[in-house]
């Protein structure tokens, strides 16, 4: 299964799919152009992720660095069980601090 990036509604995106090292390129410049258009908040819902590796970590450091650089706050919300333990092997359990949509 490929991933995708859909708009849910005003700011929050759906992330669906597997993010691993051949989609994760595509996915970082879609996650980049949401981030470039959102008007002060941007939330991407993992909810979707059918599965991850550290290409998401790595995903998710790139998405965070964008939104700093345009002044946007992004959360990461439903994020996979496996991409907490990536995280915490990392030692960057904050940067999947637990979030969900409200």
């Known amino acids: 299964m490929s991933v995708q990036l859909l708009d849910q509604q005003a700011g929050v995106w759906l992330v669906k799919g597997d993010i691993d090292f051949s ?11 949401a981030i470039e258009h959102a008007d002060g908040l941007c939330r991407f819902d993992f909810s979707a992720v059918t ?32 991409l907490h ?15 969900s949509l409200v």
């Open 23 to 33: 989609s994760v390129v595509g996915l970082r410049q879609a996650g980049f152009d």
């Open 51 to 82: 599965s991850v590796n550290t290409a998401a970590l790595s995903l998710l450091l790139c998405w965070r660095r964008k939104a700093q650089q345009q002044d946007v706050e992004v959360e990461f919300c439903y994020l996979p069980s496996e």
């Open 85 to 99: 333990a990536i995280a915490e092997l990392c030692d960057l359990s904050s940067l999947v601090a637990v979030s």
